[in-house]
């Protein structure tokens, strides 16, 4: 019986006991003999495990998880400064005539956004980043015009930091059912 199994099957018997602390410890245990097992547990499975250990100890280390979350959060802010915020709000005009028989026909025109050439780190631009980022968590655009590479910058955080927030969020239940 290799040991994976026997972990497995002792965290059962502390679940099937009520006992969600020592539980919690035999699933380190189980998670930890899978992911170092070259000879049963594929590779890709083990690289799997070894990223689900490295951003939240498996789901039960929480203050991991935020880390991570504090990390990539900063990492959105620093690169939406250097190069996803514009220079300067991209301007609308509007142009258009007024035809013969009445009414009114104008074209809207918006400037795309430029990347700064200098000033990139500003406190102006961190309000501005960190307003994007902290919208981003929660799956909610900015609003803001950004640069095509902020548009992407954007993107990446938007799927990132919810799932680092939902893996602290799982650990942190964990920890209050125990």
């Known amino acids: ?14 679940e099937d006991g009520k006992n969600e602390p020592g539980a919690a410890d035999f699933y380190y245990g189980e998670m930890e003999m899978r992911r170092h097992d070259k000879s049963s547990t594929p590779r890709a ?8 250990w490295l951003l939240s100890g498996y789901g039960l280390r929480a203050s991991r998880a935020l ?3 504090a990390v990539a959060m900063l ?3 620093l690169l939406l ?12 005009q509007a142009t258009g005539t007024v035809p ?17 050439t200098t000033d990139r780190l500003t406190s102006k631009r961190f309000e501005r980043a960190l307003n994007v980022t902290l919208n981003s968590v929660v799956f909610r655009s900015s609003g803001q015009d950004l640069t095509t590479s902020g548009t992407y ?16 969020v799982l650990a942190t239940r964990g920890r209050i059912k125990r």
């Open 67 to 69: 880390v991570w979350l």
């Open 81 to 92: 400064m250097a190069f996803g915020l514009p220079q300067h709000s991209p301007t609308q």
């Open 75 to 77: 990492t959105t802010i």
């Open 45 to 52: 499975e083990r690289g799997l495990l070894h990223g689900y």
């Open 100 to 116: 013969a028989g009445g009414g009114r026909a104008f074209t809207l025109d918006k400037d795309d956004p430029q990347n700064p």
């Open 1 to 14: 019986m290799d040991v994976a199994a026997a972990y497995r099957q002792l965290r059962k018997a502390f």
């Open 153 to 168: 910058i954007e993107m990446a955080s938007r799927l990132l930091e919810p799932a680092l927030l939902a893996l602290a």
